[in-house]
C-alpha cells in the first residue's frame, strides 16, 4: 500500500510539472507536442474535407430546390401580369371607342402641370399666400390649382411675367372655396370654405342633414366647378357636426399636405374638355 501511494503521489506530481510546463510561455513547443499537434490537426483535415464537401453539397440542392420553388411562382405571376396587361390594353381600347361615341376626348381628370418652387410666403397668416418661381411666361393663370405631392394646398391667385402667388385652402377669405367630393358611402358634393386655425382643419359646409358622411372618407376636388380638375386629393374627414339648427352638417377636413412645410409645388391646369371647347364657342 506505502509502494501505490508514493506511485500515486509521484504521478500527481510529475503530473502537475508536467501541466505547468506546458501552460508556462515558449516561443516552441516539444517535439512530442508538435507531433501531437500535427497528428490532430491532420485527423481534423481529413474529416473536415468531406464534411465541408457534404454541406455545400446539401445546401446547393436547398438552393436547387428554392430557386425551383421561386421560379414557379415568378412564372405565375408573369402569367397574371400578362393577363392584367391584355385586360388594361382592353379596357383602353374599349375607353377611347366610347369616347368617341360620346365625342369627347379628355374628361374632367385631365390636366397638364407645371413644377414650381416657393421662393417666398407672406408672413401674415390672415393672408396665407406663398410666392412661386412660375409666371405667365410658363404658362401659368389665376385660379389654377397648385399642390404637393400629397395633395391640393390652393390656388393662384394673381401673376407676374415670371412669379405668381398662391392663396392657400388656410387662407380666411370668404372668397376661397372649393368644389368637393366626398367619397362616403354615397358621393357627397360640397364646398370647401373655411379653415379652424385651433384645430387646423378645413371645413366642408352646407351639408345635407340627410346625407351620411363616414369618419375617414376621402375629399378630393370634384371638378364641377369648371376651373379645378376632378380628382385632386384635400384631405380626410376627421368629424361631422350638425350646425345649430340641424338643417345643415359640417364636415372637418384634415388636409393631405402640410400647408407651413411648403418647398416645392405644382401648378395644375385644367384641359377643357370638348363639351366646355364647344359651350366656350358658344358664347362667344
Known amino acids: 500500500m506505502n509502494k501505490r501511494l508514493i506511485v500515486l503521489l509521484v504521478s500527481i506530481i510529475l503530473l502537475v510539472a508536467l501541466i505547468g510546463f506546458s501552460l508556462r510561455e515558449r516561443e516552441n513547443i516539444s517535439w512530442p507536442e508538435q507531433f501531437a499537434k500535427d497528428m490532430v490537426g491532420f485527423g481534423q483535415n481529413i474529416v473536415s474535407k468531406p464534411t465541408g464537401y457534404t454541406e455545400n453539397v446539401i445546401e446547393n440542392v436547398q438552393d436547387l430546390v428554392n430557386t425551383y420553388s421561386e421560379n414557379q411562382k415568378l412564372k405565375a405571376r408573369l402569367e397574371q401580369l400578362a393577363l392584367l ?35 417666398a410666403r407672406n408672413p401674415d397668416q390672415w393672408q396665407e399666400t406663398i410666392i412661386i418661381d412660375k409666371g405667365q411666361v410658363n404658362g401659368i393663370e389665376t385660379d389654377m390649382a397648385v399642390e404637393t405631392s400629397s395633395g391640393m394646398i390652393g390656388r393662384i391667385k394673381d401673376t407676374g411675367q415670371f412669379t405668381s402667388t398662391v392663396e392657400l385652402l388656410s387662407a380666411r377669405n370668404p ?11 354615397t358621393n357627397v358634393f360640397g364646398l370647401v370654405e373655411g379653415y379652424d386655425i385651433e384645430r387646423k382643419e378645413l371645413m366642408v359646409k352646407k351639408i345635407p342633414f340627410d346625407q351620411e358622411v363616414g369618419i375617414g372618407s376621402k375629399v378630393i ?3 364641377l366647378g369648371g376651373v379645378f380638375p376632378k380628382g385632386l386629393l384635400i384631405g380626410e374627414v376627421t368629424e361631422v357636426t350638425p350646425d345649430e339648427y340641424g338643417l345643415t352638417q359640417t364636415a372637418f377636413i384634415k388636409p393631405s399636405s402640410n400647408f407651413y ?20 364657342e358658344d358664347d362667344e
Open 85 to 119: 396587361e391584355t385586360q388594361v390594353t382592353d379596357l383602353q381600347r374599349d375607353n377611347e371607342e366610347l369616347r368617341s361615341i360620346i365625342g369627347m376626348e379628355e374628361n374632367l381628370r385631365s390636366y397638364n402641370v407645371v413644377n414650381a418652387t416657393v421662393i
Open 175 to 185: 372668397n376661397n372655396r372649393v368644389s368637393a367630393l366626398i367619397q362616403s358611402e
Open 221 to 223: 376636388t370634384s371638378g
Open 261 to 280: 412645410d411648403i418647398e416645392h409645388v405644382m401648378v395644375i391646369e385644367r384641359v377643357a374638355t370638348a363639351q366646355e371647347a364647344e359651350g366656350g
